[in-house]
Every structure is written in structure tokens, then in C-alpha cells.
């Protein structure tokens, strides 16, 4: 394990007005991370938020020895907001998890040890034995939700119980190779990054988690993302196929 001023642990959280929770996000980690014997840094990654998110992460920045705050404007998606932050990470693992904390910092537990197995990638799931869902959403969305992963599963040829949860921990050489080739902006990238990471032969494991639905912050409109999700399953396999940089 890396110590001392060598970073072990980027985390990585992108944000889009996200004032009514990052400040709480970054209190709870701190908390979390403050015992820890290995270095860490955080990146917050401000989307061009209409909001107070970055005046209110900035306010928080004292409780890290290292901490970044990007800002880029107008708004660009999560897919960019987390490639940008993942470019500037330096640690020998890096984790993205969401600004609403709807997954903790205290279950990347479990992901640790799928790394220290011999894993390149864990994902956590809402959808595996074990997982503890505080707070459901709403019974169309995870009709929603369930179609998708049977229609990625399909398109993508892809394998896993859960493609978006927001809570991922990557080795640093997956992490930057496979976030290098990233094409997709929007929150379809978790779908383009498990395509990615079955295309080069990458080991991951899907990890059992405690979530709860934040359903006062969450950006998804069912109908039009539904939609929107979709085309974009097609447009990563089928543009991917043509391309051999993958």
C-alpha cells in the first residue's frame, strides 16, 4: 500500500447542482477517510452547475490535505465530468461515486477486496444478494431500470447485475486506459465503460452494496432518457464495431 504524501485513493465526484448535498457528501468522506493510513485526494468535478455546488465544495476543501475543485461551464454530463476528473487523478486506485451520496463512502469496503483479489474494476450493485436498498425508486423506475440492463445485455453482449450504479473503483492503469477511449458524455458512459472493460479482457467483479434512492436530486427524465438510452446502446456497439482503437 502506498503512504505517507504518495496518494493511494482518488476519489473522483462529479456534480451538477448539487448544493443541497455535496457539502454533506464531503463532511460524511472526510469522516470516513480521516483514520485512514494511506494518502487520498478528492476531486470534485463541477458541470457547470446553476447552482451554489461549487462555493459550497470549496467551503469543504479544508477538511483534505489534497483536494481539487474543476470547473468547467456550460454544463458537458457526467460521462465528461468524471473523464475530466479521472485525467487528473493520481492515485494507485481511484473510485467515482455520486455527489447525492446515495452509495457511502464506508461501502467501498467491499470493492477494496475485490481489488486486493486480483480484480481490475468493482462496480457496486443494487441488484445483487446481499445488497440492502434503504430507499427504493419508484416502482416505474425499476421496471425502466430493469429493461435497460436486459437491452444492454443484449446490444453490448455485456454480462452485469447493475450498469449504473454511481460507485466504481478502479486500478489506476484500467482507470486511465480505459477512460482514455471514452467517446460518451452522458450518463450512457457507464454502459460504454463496461463494453470497454469486457472488449480488453479486464477483471471485474460486481460488489453488494447499501444505496438509497435521493429522488429529489436525481436529473433522469423517464421518458425522454429512456429513449435517449437507447439510441445510445446502439451507438456504442455499433460505432465501437467499426473502430479498432478500442
Not at 182 to 194: A, T
Request: charged share 25%; glycine share 6%.
Amino acid at each position: 500500500m502506498v503512504r505517507e504524501n504518495n496518494i493511494y485513493l482518488s476519489i473522483v465526484i462529479p456534480a451538477y447542482n448539487e448544493g443541497a448535498n455535496i457539502a454533506f457528501t464531503l463532511q460524511d468522506v472526510a469522516q470516513y477517510l480521516k483514520n485512514k493510513n494511506y494518502a487520498y485526494e478528492i476531486i470534485v468535478v463541477n458541470d457547470g452547475s446553476l447552482d451554489e455546488t461549487a462555493t459550497l465544495a470549496a467551503l469543504e476543501s479544508k477538511l483534505f490535505a489534497h483536494f481539487t475543485l474543476l470547473e468547467h461551464s456550460p454544463n458537458r454530463g457526467k460521462g465528461y465530468s468524471v473523464k475530466e476528473g479521472v485525467s487528473a487523478a493520481k492515485g494507485e486506485l481511484i473510485l467515482f461515486m455520486d455527489a447525492d451520496n446515495s452509495t457511502r463512502i464506508n461501502q467501498i469496503e467491499g470493492l477494496m477486496s475485490a481489488i486486493i483479489e486480483g480484480y481490475d474494476i468493482a462496480i457496486a450493485s443494487r441488484r445483487l444478494p446481499g445488497a440492502i436498498i434503504e430507499t427504493r425508486q419508484p416502482f416505474y423506475r425499476i421496471i425502466l431500470g430493469n429493461i435497460y440492463i436486459l437491452l444492454s445485455r443484449l446490444i453490448l453482449g455485456t454480462a452485469v447485475n447493475d450498469y449504473n450504479c454511481g460507485f466504481k473503483l478502479y486500478k489506476k492503469a484500467a482507470a486511465k486506459l480505459l477512460f482514455s477511449k471514452l467517446v460518451r458524455d452522458d450518463w450512457s458512459f457507464d454502459s460504454e465503460l463496461i463494453y470497454l472493460i469486457f472488449k480488453h479482457g479486464l477483471k471485474i467483479k460486481e460488489v453488494p452494496v447499501r444505496w438509497h434512492d435521493k429522488k429529489k436530486t436525481s436529473k433522469v427524465r423517464p421518458l425522454r432518457d429512456g429513449i435517449k438510452s437507447l439510441c445510445s446502446l446502439f451507438k456504442i456497439r455499433f460505432t465501437r464495431y467499426q473502430r479498432k482503437d478500442i
